[in-house]
């Protein structure tokens, strides 16, 4: 009743890859971080944060490999999270935006 | 897992009686023993672990009420210490919104009815369903167990600075067992949206499903997509106050409003993941006692689906006055008036179902009644909360008091007692005494009513909440409000009696009392285990239900008693 798409077997190395690529990122976040980039930093250590999340979703959670209900299914995790972080934001950003006498 | 079931009914002796053609074996008498019980995957026993588990939480939650309006009768506080005060007024949170409302009807009735409206055997992963109840047990008594050792006392929101810098309560502990309950929601949400979509019987299409089935389809999205960002948050509390990490703590480097984002992230949808279920009760039983399909079927699925997507964005509307950027105010406010839409459809396309129907007032329908004009009193209070100028005036105030209860208490406790009343033969395969039954209904919606209106005055009056004492002028408001939690107290305390007296004395109800459309009406009362001995196959609409043909029966039985 249940359709099964055939696992799909990924090659230890790809693993092995991943895993080395993450680390080697780790190292960049902490040594970007001594950088004086002013306010970009916080923009390269998200780039590179978002990044590796991607790369543990494609990878290690077999999204890559999966069929497009999954896809569905993590795409929705992600906008619900982008909804959460756009609307925090928002306030933090926009505080001071409209002058609120005697505030 | 498959094989397993096969192999067990094959072994089975008949479960049809071969002289009366009636069935022996239901899922109560299939087997016996504490066993049989604690370590089942028949989603209808599991419903009937869980019912059991929330009715002691509610009478919990309920007897720190008792003593919250106990101690409110009077202006000065005098019979608990302020402390114990701040403590039982959160512990009533706690219990009642994770461990009650949350549960309620999606955990009773949606593990009970889901899969026998869809024409399944089970759910679609009847472990997983019963480790969802053995985690909410064990969430539970971590929770009681903090409460024993000593309560908390930040209120149920547990605010920052509060529950990090200023609290010398079991806050942790508290908020563990919080994120192990929340486990359970997530897991009931999951296997509710894999057993819709992958287990319906053949030719019940999505449009053909009842609407209790889509309001809980658009419950567990939430449960599953919002349930993460609070086991998160708790967490963070806990890493502030264990290892002074700066998250919420300004002197850390921290924001309080952190908190307040992520908290009612999942908070607000909490309260849809309470109410949505409960519409589902609504469009179920306002059919059937209306004789008639529901009006507009697609726009109430719909309008489900909209709850649940823009419950998600209007979180901010708790913050108006706590710091929160003005602009970002006027974007909620907005926000939560586009929510009451989807909310008004639903309302009038009840209204319009009971129109030219042929109405009966038997017990589940009374509830119905009571909840529509609870919840839209709620629901209308709440947009006075939406907007921006009005909630200045009335936040933090018994105004919210008596809006939130209107909908959490007026709305799905109402729900979710006219549904056990209306499944109960089903459930159990007896009848609750209907007399008892429609008095207890009324005796909570006048209770229920006497206890939360004077709060609305009280709070536009000025009365803040969680107070202890108050000025000598709020007293005969408060009185009032007292005097209609003991009538509330007496109407919930009745169907526990009659329900249990039911489970003996009750009269046989046959596995279809209502004459209700629906699968869970064509199996007998009580289901057999397998739900159904043969598949359903479905080739109709939900609700066909004809108010002529209700009315020709009715007075065809009048002529022939007036005869006799």
Redo the contacts between chains.
Sequence with gaps: ??EHSEPHIVPKKTYYIVFATLMILLFVTVAMAFVPLGPFNIYVAMAIAITKAVLVVLYFMHVRYSNRLIWVAAG??FV?LV??LA??L???S?????K?PGK | MEMDRTVVAEERPTIIDTVTGAIRENYLNANYGLKSWFLTVDHKRIAILYLISITLFFFLGGSFAVMIRLELITPQGDLVQAETYNKLFTMHGIVMVFFFLIPSIPAVLGNFLVPIMIGARDMAFPRLNLASWYIYVVGGLFTLGAMIAGGIDTGWTFYTPYSTSFSNTYVIATGLGIFVVGFSSILTGLNFIVTIH?MRAPGLTWFRLPLFIWSNYATSIIMV?GTP?IAVTILLVALERGLHIGIFDPALGG?P??FQ??FW?YSHPAVYIMILPAMGVISELVACFSRRRVFGYKFVAFASLGIAVIG??V??HH?FVSG?????G???SFLSFIVAIPSAIKVFNWTATMYKGSISYDTPMLYVMGFIGLFTIGGLTGLFLACLGVDIHVHDTYFIVAHFHYIMVGGTIMAYLGGIHFWWPKITGRMYPEGWGKFSALLIFVGFNLTFFPQFLLGYLGMPRRYYAYPQEFQVLNVMSSAGASVLGVGYLLPLVYFLWSLRYGRIAGSNPWKATGLEWQTSSPPPTENFLATPVVTEEPYQYSPEETEAEYAMTKKENVNV
């Design positions: 009743m249940i929705a995790g619900w909804i959460l609307f925090t928002a306030d933090y926009s505080r001071g935006w409209i609120v | 992958k997509l960002v924001d409003i952190l984002h992520l992230f998600f964005l979180w901010g913050m929160q950027s003005s602009y970002a006027m974007i909620f």
